[in-house]
């Protein structure tokens, strides 16, 4: 049972090409290529409240600040 279903999932590609060619239907464009968007930035104010609340290391979160001001350019 096995094989024959191998077999016949293998016959898929070749019709689907067949049927595409016979209508003339082609490819679109490629998408563009995904660019992950950066991390939201985090208000050094905030960043404070965080790490006393959440008890948050105090390097991982200065470093955000740090990246935030020079994203946002907010210097507070």
Do not use: N, W
Not at 48 to 53: D, E, G, K, M
Not at 62 to 76: E, I, Y
């Amino acid at each position: 049972m096995a094989r024959l279903a191998k077999e016949v999932l293998a016959e898929i590609p070749d019709q689907f090409l067949s049927y595409m060619r016979t209508r003339g239907i082609k490819p679109g464009p490629l998408p563009p290529p995904y660019t992950p968007c950066p991390p939201p930035a985090i208000h050094p104010l905030l960043a404070r409240r965080l790490l006393s609340t959440r008890r948050t290391s105090a390097c991982s979160l200065m470093s955000h600040s740090r990246k935030c001001l020079t994203v946002c350019g907010d210097a507070d």
